[in-house]
């Protein structure tokens, strides 16, 4: 699965824990924290996203979506 880096998205996905949890996220680079980046692969399953509630950094797991859809 690819996310658009010009897109905000709302998803709902199953946490390693069985809970299920509500997520706004971008990778909007307007909306993003100054950093180093990163050199680290993850598998194809998995993405870095910027948690707009949290405001921080987030791992997704493509296999345990319930929905993902773009709020902008």
């Known amino acids: 699965m690819r996310i658009d880096p010009t897109k905000i ?13 509500v997520m706004l996220f971008t990778l909007r680079a307007d909306l993003l924290p100054e950093t180093n980046g990163s050199k680290r ?9 910027f948690d707009l509630e949290a405001n ?3 791992t997704i797991n493509f296999d345990t979506l319930i929905y993902l859809k773009e709020i902008e």
């Open 9 to 21: 998205y709302e998803t709902k996905f199953i946490k390693k824990n069985g809970e299920e949890r």
């Open 41 to 49: 692969k993850l598998p194809e399953n998995l993405a870095t996203v």
């Open 56 to 58: 921080d950094w987030r």
